[in-house]
């Protein structure tokens, strides 16, 4: 199983920005998939996920609204779209994908694989 995330970058205050994850060696469409975060000095966070049916798991109260996970079964594709981006956003992003039946999105323990991380930063 390889999970890749791309789309990374330095971006300004108030940007957008997507990034993705091609997950391979698995069947995509019956995964549930993830992305966290991890700030200089912080704890991973979770960020938002996308289950198999494709209901919607919102992450942090931080991102809600502004940070919206979407998946493309066709492509074995995983999104993280960001929107009104901020300072405090800047992070390594994984995308992840979950143990078969999970119940908590947001515990690292249901978390089978882990993607490498792509790096955003929010700055002036």
């Known amino acids: 199983v390889q999970l890749a995330e791309s789309g990374g970058s330095f971006v300004r205050p108030g940007d957008s920005l997507r990034l993705s994850c091609v997950v391979s060696g698995l069947p995509f469409s019956w995964t549930d998939v993830g992305w966290f975060r991890q700030a200089p000095g912080k704890e991973r966070e979770f960020v938002a996920a996308r289950a198999k049916y494709g209901q919607h798991v919102n992450g942090a109260e931080s991102v809600v609204g502004r940070i919206t996970a979407f998946r493309e079964d066709a492509k074995n594709l995983i999104y993280l779209q960001m929107t009104t981006l901020k300072p405090e956003d800047t992070a390594v992003y994984y995308c992840?994908?979950?143990?078969?039946?999970?119940?908590?999105?947001?515990?690292?323990?249901?978390?089978?694989?882990w993607g490498r991380g792509t790096q955003v930063t929010v700055s002036t």
């Open positions: 992840v994908v979950y143990h078969n039946y999970t119940a908590d999105f947001g515990d690292t323990r249901n978390i089978a694989y």
